[in-house]
């Protein structure tokens, strides 16, 4: 298990994953391919640029809070059981074509994933190693509830990282109630774009998620190898200030205990048991939500990011407000 590296790995701001071209076949069939190219490509530098040039103050933001969060996990190290906060969500549908209006149920199904994930009743969590069943999450204590939809008509073909999607002004919608809601923006993103989030800490007014339509929920225009509601369940894991798994560097740090150190980020649907290189060659968790494999090959959270989680939610925390 790892170190924590230096505060200056959490300067990063948001999240974005691309998608493949392979979207016509089932998810299941997609479960034993290890082509690691074909993944989840991150494209968070740039934005973490651009949120910076947009505010100086950021890093030293993201430095406070993570002080916060360490403080929190020395001090709570058993886990808090029981419900620990129910998250209203609305989602912002921006389409340009009728299927990418995305259905009430695909919207729905997206919501079930969410808690099915967080709550640990996702049918494959019990797929989880021998190695690592000590350290699984069980029930994070977060789940999700549907609170409105707003939908809007664009002349847009695709939407980038910019969040011009956040903003009506520049075509899109603007979050509704950022501090005591989670915004979900569903839209049609360019350059093979899943989703990206933003971490605790940036501005109210960009506060949030944005996913593809096409990586959106388990039912309508959800295509695999990302079309079982994961891609959610990892930018929401962003949202709530969770690290990718292998800490953006090469045998970096997630600033999480229980997680093994990877090399890199994990594609397709890799061998089980699959070694770093890193020191010790550990067993990596590919099958971590916070890894870039496929929905149907992801489907755990560990203990330390549960508390991690649970953390943002604490007094002083930088998600406090949702828990009044």
């Not at 609305?90 to 994933?113: D, P, R």
Request: hydrophobic share 35%; glycine share 8%; aromatic share 8%.
């Amino acid at each position: 298990m790892k170190k924590l590296l230096s505060l200056a790995l959490l300067v990063m701001l948001a999240f974005s994953c691309g998608k493949d071209n392979t979207n016509e076949v089932s998810n299941t069939a997609f479960q034993n391919d290890q082509n690691a190219s074909d993944q989840r490509n991150c494209a968070s530098h740039e934005v973490m640029l651009q949120q910076e040039a947009a505010d100086p103050a950021l890093a030293a933001r993201h430095e406070e809070i993570e002080n916060f969060i360490q403080d929190y996990v020395k001090n709570h190290a058993q886990d808090r059981s029981g419900s620990l906060v129910t998250i209203p969500v609305v989602f912002n549908v921006l389409y340009k074509t009728a299927a990418q209006n995305i259905s009430a149920a695909q919207i729905q199904s997206q919501i079930n994933v969410l808690n099915a994930d967080y709550g640990a009743t996702n049918g494959d969590y019990n797929n989880t190693p021998a190695l690592f069943q000590g350290v699984r999450s069980g029930d994070i204590g977060i789940a999700f509830t549907l609170q409105n939809v707003v939908r809007k008509s664009t002349t847009k073909t695709s939407w980038t990282t910019n969040d011009a999607m956040k903003k009506s002004a520049q075509g899109g919608i603007n979050p509704t109630d950022p501090a005591n809601v989670l915004n979900i923006w569903v839209c049609n993103m360019g350059g093979g774009i899943l989703g990206y989030a933003q971490f605790p800490g940036g501005p109210l007014a960009t506060d949030g998620v944005v996913l593809d339509d096409n990586a959106t929920g388990n039912t309508g225009t959800a295509a695999a190898p990302y079309g079982l509601g994961r891609t959610a369940t990892h930018e929401v894991g962003h949202w709530l200030n969770l690290r990718h798994i292998w800490g953006d560097a090469t045998c970096g740090s997630d600033l999480v205990s229980d997680t093994p150190t990877h090399n890199t980020s994990n594609g397709g649907c890799p061998a089980y048991p699959h070694y770093s290189t890193c020191s010790g060659t550990p067993v990596e968790m590919t099958m971590n939500y916070m890894d870039y494999t496929y929905d149907a090959c992801m489907y755990m959270f560990t203990q330390g990011q549960k508390t991690r989680m649970q953390a943002v939610f604490a007094p002083g925390g930088p998600r406090y407000t949702f828990m009044y």
